[in-house]
Structures are given as structure tokens and as C-alpha cells.
């Protein structure tokens, strides 16, 4: 099973979406400073996540949250 997922930092409001097979593990990924964006705006907090059934799924659902149209629905 894949997840999308979206975190928004309790520092500045910033929202980052991603996908992963493992929420808890990525979040603590991003909260140790491990990704290169993230690591300027911790900490994060898991907003929002959605199961998909395959990696393609779960990126289609990613490019979405990430377009103008998905970003207004976050």
C-alpha cells in the first residue's frame, strides 16, 4: 500500500506533499532534518493522508495535490 500524504510546518505555514509506503517512518524523516526542503521549516505536522493501491496511483495523487487546482483544495 502507498500513501499520499501532506504536512504543513508549525513554523511558518509551509504545506509539502509526498508519497510513501510508511507515513511515520517519512515523517520522522522530515522532522530529523533528513530532506533537504523541509529541513529549514520544522517542525512538521501530518495534515492529511489518502492509501493508494499502487506507486503510480499514489504519484498521480501527489502531481494533483501539487497543481494549482490541488493546492486550492488543500
Request: charged residues 30%.
Amino acid at each position: 500500500m502507498w500513501y499520499v500524504y501532506v504536512l504543513k510546518s508549525q513554523k511558518n505555514g509551509k504545506i509539502y506533499v509526498g508519497m510513501s509506503q510508511d507515513i511515520d517512518r517519512r515523517l520522522a524523516e522530515h522532522n530529523s532534518g533528513k530532506s533537504k526542503f523541509t529541513s529549514g521549516h520544522l517542525p512538521w505536522k501530518l495534515v492529511y493522508s489518502e492509501a493508494c493501491d499502487t506507486s503510480i496511483e499514489a504519484r498521480s495523487r501527489e502531481k494533483y495535490f501539487k497543481s494549482a487546482a490541488g493546492k486550492k483544495r488543500l
